[in-house]
Each structure stands twice: as structure tokens, then as C-alpha cells.
């Protein structure tokens, strides 16, 4: 049959079986006898062969497990946006359509669920977390919520009263703005506890907090100093502070206890259950190792996983051919794509711009043109990351460039191109992740060399951006988490949290402020820089089908669509019909991953 082509046997069909009245007089006038007595037998072939073949097509036979039914379901596939009804047989979806189409799925064994009328949406994928040090953070100190200084101790305080079994006191989640001068310090600490050591990194991962007892321990004095990317904070004596910046809080975490392999795999577990909660049905892991990668993988053969993961390796600062060799091994031992992914490199360029270590292209507007890192820092030198980026380019893997200020986008935008300008450009899709500042010029760049954005729209929170805006400064504003140009650029936007490194892991806060650009309580009236807000389908199609085409599986999810996995959601409003402002007060119902329910419930059923 192969040699006909699939393509030719609808053509040649109607002449075959129906018998078209003109078209069989063309053939009966064309082909002398014999000729026409061989095609005649071989259409009759063509037709028997097309009809067995149709048997197998699940639309003519296949009954459902499930039909959802009476549905406003938003499929983000834009031939058929919105439909009534979706049945599910397996792990995929079977049809959608209307309730009266998809009644032809149903037999006694089918379970019909009335959705009456609440809105159903494919799962969230978060394009980029941490989600292993984000779930191991569900069990420590979380300061997320804590909006004042004040409130931010007392919350230290009571953990540390609660846990009086902990040789540390350990965790995070602090912002910048809660302090005076955007930093803390161990004074605050040693007031509440002064017998135990503890260590709380920043909200964002690249900053942390010691009291005098975790200094001790890791033996930093005055005469303590630090080289590389990162600062240790010292005061105008020259005493430390108790702040540290990037590379400089190893001189204080290599001395805090990790947990060991039975508590990550724990930790995992009820980070998937808090996933599933909110409605996330995939992730892309930003920071991998082969230690994550196994544990994902004994989740799996346990049957255990209920999010599809994808995992980008840390290069880390100087990666070598043995980690190459690594990764491949990696990639060609893992036969479960569909929920475990491996094929993704992440590089990490620059820092954040809250404590001036993102690379900018003109200094910092509150720093003194005289400060040594006045444009921020590189984490690796750029001749080392270009050989890097064209080495993995080479072996086909996906990059991952973690830059935000513009300057290191820049330099990102300059390898991949590059790279590919050596190896070829077709399809590679190299991200960069965050890119909190670019400029018009470069926004035109990623279109052209077919590099994705892949942004968090919670990072621009105004309710947390104060200092951020301070050190960015009034003239580059309007690019600040610039999603609206990128779109007008016809740039397809990956979206995500960047947990726990953020306020929040929830995609529904996420939204919220991609539409609004406002706090949930509405500030500032009309949204923080309002021209790089987006509408809510364009928002709620980079955390679906765009963040999927992030990972190359586009043909698999993101849509409500025949044949895809069965990975979906319903809300507890219709995100449609609502106000954009109360979009943050909407939950997930229900969460199904592979057709099965993974929330209410938390577990397979
Ligand atoms: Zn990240």
C-alpha cells in the first residue's frame, strides 16, 4: 500500500466504489480495455485495503472510558477554540465536539461526567522550575507570604519554636524589598535565634541570609574574603553582614546538612500533590542533574509520577566532554519521552538585577558609575560559553540560557546564532530564560533565529518589583518583562514560574499578572508599564501549548485535540467570563494527567 500513497486512495475511491457518472465515462474513453480491467481490479484493492485501514481509525470503533459533557472547553486549538464535549480512552483524548457528536463514544461502560457548564482547559505546563529544591522547600522555613520585616522574623521565630529537633533551621523565600536597603542581616536573626545556626536564602535563590551562629560554624570573620561571581556583604567596619550574593553563599552552604535520597523522594511526592492541586500537568525542570533525572525515573517504574517532566542539565560554570558524554547517555538509555524527557542543556549567564548581577548594557541607575560591578557580572566567560553553546548545538541538544539584563541576552542571542550559522539553524529552538530587560533591536532577533522567550510572568509582580525598578530606572521601563513585544514580533512566549525562585508556583497568579500587571489588590490602577500586558488567551496559551512547543511536544500537549494526551483541567470560574482582575481568585477543581485523576484526590484512581 505504501507505494500508492496514503494521499491517493480517497482520490481514486469514489471512481472505485460510488462510481462517479463522468468520472468513470473519462476513464472508460481513456484506457483501452485490458488497461482498464487492471486498474478497475487495482482501485477494487485500493478500496478494500482503505476500508480495513478505516476500521482501525478509533473514530468509527473506539468507545470511551470518559465523556466530559455540557462543558465551555478551551482547546488552544485555534480551528476549533471552544466545544462542548470531550471523551477520553486510555491516556489520550478520543474526540471533542458537541454533546450530541460525541454521543457515538458512549456505551454502558463509558463514565459521564457533567461539567454544567465550567470551563475545562488543557493542564498547565510550567516551562521553567526547580522542582525539586521548590518541593524540598514545602518542609522548610517559606517566607513568601511574609510581607513585612516584622512578619517575616516572627514567622522565622515560630518554625524554629516548632522544630526544636533541627540541628539547623534552613528554608527561605525572603524579598529583598522587606528590608531597609534591600538586604538583611544577622542581627535581625541573632535577636530570635541566637543558639542555632540558621541560613534562609532570597525568594529569587541568588542571595542569602545567615545569623552569627551559621557564621560561626562556617568560620567568617572580618578577615574572611571572596573572589568570584558573588559578594560577601560586609558592613562599613568590615564586619560581614550575614548577606551573601550569588557564589558567595557557598562560603555558608557547604556547611548546612542536605537531605539525603529517601527525603527528596518524599519531598517529591507532596510536590506533586501540591502541583496537581493546581492544576500543573507537565513542568520543565531549569536546573537537572542525574540524580533528579533518577529519581523522576523511580517515580515513574513506581507509578508514582503524576506530572511530565522534562529536564534541562545544569552545565554549570565549566562544563567538560565527560559531562557531554554523560547527558548523551542520559538521553539514549531514557525510553519514556512522554513523561520523562531528557534533552535539554541549561546554562545560567548573568544574576539578577535586585542585586546588581545581571549584565546590563548601561550601568545601574542607583549605583555610582564608579562601583566595579556597575553593568553586573558574567558567570562564565563569554569565549567559554560560545566553545559550550556550539559544542551541544553540535550534539543536538536544546540550550537553556538563563540571562536577564540585556546585555547578557545579548551575548546569548550572539552564541546561539553563532552556533547554529556553523551547524545549521533548522528547528533547534534555544531558549533563554527570563530575560527581565532587552532592547527593540535584540526583541527582533529571537523571531529571526527561531529563539524562545521563556519568561514568569509572576517575577513582574508589582508588589515586589520596587527595587528592581530602582536599580533599572525610569528610561529602560517600558522593556521590562517585555511579553507584549515579543508577541507583536510574532515570538511564540514559553511560560512558567521559575519556582521556588518566585512568589508563587501557582499558573493561575501567573495570568493573573500577565493580563493585569497589577497586585491582586489592584495595584498600581491600570497595571505597572500597561503596554506590555497581554490578553488572557494569549496568556493562557504560553502556559499550555506554548510552553509545550518550549520542549518539543507540541504534537502531543498544550491542546484539547484528537489524539492527544488526555492532560487536563477544570476551573472553578470560567476565566472567560470573569473580570480580568478576579482572575486570581480562581482554583482548579479538577486535574487529570493521562486520563487519569490526579487531583482532588492526589493519587491515581
Ligand atoms: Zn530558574
Redesign the pocket.
Request: aromatic share 0%; glycine share 8%.
Given at each position: 500500500m505504501s507505494r500508492f500513497g496514503h494521499r491517493n486512495v480517497p482520490n481514486l475511491l469514489p471512481l472505485a466504489i460510488e462510481g462517479d457518472d463522468a468520472e468513470k465515462k473519462i476513464a472508460y474513453i481513456r484506457y483501452p480495455l485490458i488497461a482498464r480491467m487492471r486498474k478497475t481490479l487495482l482501485l477494487l484493492l485500493l478500496a478494500v485495503l482503505a476500508l480495513l485501514s478505516m476500521k482501525k481509525d478509533p473514530l468509527v470503533t473506539d468507545i470511551a472510558d470518559q465523556l466530559y459533557i455540557n462543558g465551555h472547553i478551551w482547546t488552544t486549538d485555534p480551528s476549533l477554540p471552544f466545544v462542548e464535549a470531550l471523551a477520553v480512552k486510555g491516556d489520550r483524548i478520543l474526540a471533542v465536539g458537541s454533546n450530541a457528536d460525541l454521543n457515538q463514544f458512549k456505551n454502558a461502560s463509558t463514565k459521564v461526567i457533567d461539567l454544567k457548564g465550567k470551563m475545562m482547559m488543557p493542564g498547565f505546563n510550567d516551562g521553567?522550575?526547580?522542582f525539586l529544591s521548590g518541593s524540598l522547600g514545602l518542609t522548610v522555613v517559606d517566607l513568601v507570604d511574609a510581607k513585612t520585616m516584622q512578619e517575616a522574623i516572627q514567622m522565622i521565630a515560630d518554625y524554629a519554636k516548632k522544630h526544636p529537633e533541627l540541628p539547623w533551621i534552613t528554608g527561605g523565600g525572603w524579598q529583598y524589598s522587606l528590608f531597609p536597603g534591600g538586604l538583611p542581616n544577622k542581627q535581625m536573626l541573632d535577636a530570635v535565634i541566637p543558639d542555632r545556626p540558621v541560613y534562609l536564602k532570597a525568594y529569587d535563590?541568588h542571595s542569602g541570609w545567615a545569623n552569627s551562629k551559621a557564621l560561626s560554624i562556617a568560620g567568617i570573620t572580618k578577615e574572611t574574603t571572596f573572589k568570584g561571581f558573588g559578594e560577601l556583604v560586609k558592613d562599613k567596619n568590615g564586619e560581614p553582614t550575614g548577606a551573601f550574593k550569588e557564589s558567595a553563599t557557598g562560603l555558608v552552604t557547604r556547611f548546612v546538612p542536605g537531605p539525603d535520597k529517601a527525603a527528596k523522594f518524599n519531598a517529591l511526592l507532596t510536590g506533586l500533590k501540591y502541583a496537581a492541586a493546581l492544576g500543573i500537568t507537565s513542568i520543565q525542570n531549569?536546573?537537572g542533574s542525574r540524580e533528579e533525572y533518577e529519581l523522576y525515573d523511580s517515580l515513574l517504574r513506581t507509578d508514582q509520577l503524576t506530572l511530565r517532566t522534562s529536564i534541562a542539565f545544569s552545565a554549570g560554570r565549566s562544563p567538560n566532554e565527560k559531562d557531554i558524554i554523560g547527558w548523551k547517555s542520559i538521553r539514549s538509555q531514557n525510553k519514556n519521552p512522554k513523561w520523562l524527557k531528557t534533552t535539554a542543556i541549561k546554562f545560567l549567564l548573568d544574576g539578577v538585577i535586585e542585586s546588581h548581577t545581571a549584565v546590563m548594557i548601561d550601568p545601574y541607575s542607583d549605583l555610582l558609575q564608579l562601583d566595579s560591578i556597575y553593568r553586573g557580572q558574567y558567570a562564565i566567560p563569554i569565549d567559554q560559553y560560545e566553545k559550550w553553546v556550539n559544542r551541544l548545538d553540535q550534539e543536538g541538544f536544546q540550550i537553556y540560557t538563563?540571562a536577564i539584563g540585556d546585555a547578557s541576552v545579548r551575548s546569548v542571542l550572539n552564541a546561539y546564532e553563532k552556533a547554529m550559522a556553523t551547524n545549521g539553524q533548522q528547528n533547534k529552538r534555544h531558549r533563554i530564560?527570563?530575560i527581565e530587560m532587552t532592547t527593540t533591536v535584540d526583541i527582533e532577533r529571537f523571531h529571526q533565529l527561531g529563539v524562545l522567550p521563556s519568561m514568569?510572568p509572576i517575577h513582574a509582580y508589582p508588589g515586589t518589583i520596587d527595587v528592581w525598578s530602582k536599580a533599572v530606572g525610569e528610561q529602560r521601563l517600558p522593556l521590562s518583562f517585555p511579553w507584549a513585544s515579543f508577541l507583536q514580533n510574532k515570538t511564540k512566549l514559553v511560560f512558567g514560574s521559575?519556582w521556588p525562585?518566585c512568589i508563587s508556583l501557582n499558573p493561575i497568579r501567573g495570568i493573573h499578572n500577565a493580563v493585569n500587571r497589577m497586585t491582586t489588590d489592584g495595584k498600581p490602577v491600570g497595571g505597572w508599564i500597561p503596554a506590555q500586558k497581554i490578553n488572557l488567551q494569549d496568556a493562557l496559551y504560553a502556559y499550555t501549548a506554548g510552553a509545550a512547543y518550549g520542549s518539543f511536544d507540541e504534537q502531543e500537549k498544550g491542546q484539547l485535540k484528537k489524539g492527544y494526551l488526555a492532560d487536563f483541567i477544570v476551573l472553578s470560574q470560567d476565566l472567560f467570563k470573569i473580570k480580568p482582575e478576579d482572575i486570581y481568585k480562581t482554583k482548579v477543581e479538577l486535574t487529570v494527567v493521562g486520563g487519569k485523576k490526579v487531583h482532588p484526590t492526589g493519587l491515581y484512581e
Open positions: 521553567h522550575v526547580h535563590g531549569a536546573s538563563h530564560e527570563h514568569q521559575d525562585a
